[in-house]
Nanobody, 115 residues
Framework: QVQLVESGGGLVQAGGSLRLSCAASGSIDSITAMGWYRQTPGKQRELVATITSGGSTNYAESVKGRFIISRNNAKDTVYLQMNSLNSEDTAVYCC?????????WGQGTQVTVSS
């Protein structure tokens, strides 16, 4: 099994930056991809960014050019650098890890952007 712990959320002014972290533990060698989704009340969960074990990345159109997903050398921590934040980025951000054909989720971290 894989366990995920997120950190780095908080309150930031519009135009500011935040960096989220997601630390994986357990069967990390089995992880094929990690990433971030976000959710706001009344909306579907939205893909933000993903990174595969091979290093390929994928971003939602709404965050391209502003957000950067990366990972550490041990491949057990994924980061989401969020720049030029705006009010539409306000959401609960959830980390995920794909392994053994299933998806594990973290508990989520709140990001609030004030205008």
């Amino acid at each position: 099994q894989v366990q995920l712990v997120e950190s780095g959320g908080g309150l930031v002014q519009a135009g500011g930056s935040l960096r989220l972290s997601c630390a994986a533990s357990g069967s990390i060698d089995s992880i094929t991809a990690m990433g971030w989704y976000r959710q706001t009340p009344g909306k579907q969960r939205e893909l933000v960014a993903t990174i595969t074990s091979g290093g390929s990345t994928n971003y939602a159109e709404s965050v391209k050019g502003r957000f950067i997903i990366s990972r550490n050398n041990a491949k057990d921590t994924v980061y989401l650098q969020m720049n030029s934040l705006n009010s539409e980025d306000t959401a609960v951000y959830c980390c995920h890890a794909d392994h053994w054909g299933s998806r594990r989720w973290g508990q989520g971290t709140q990001v609030t952007v004030s205008s």
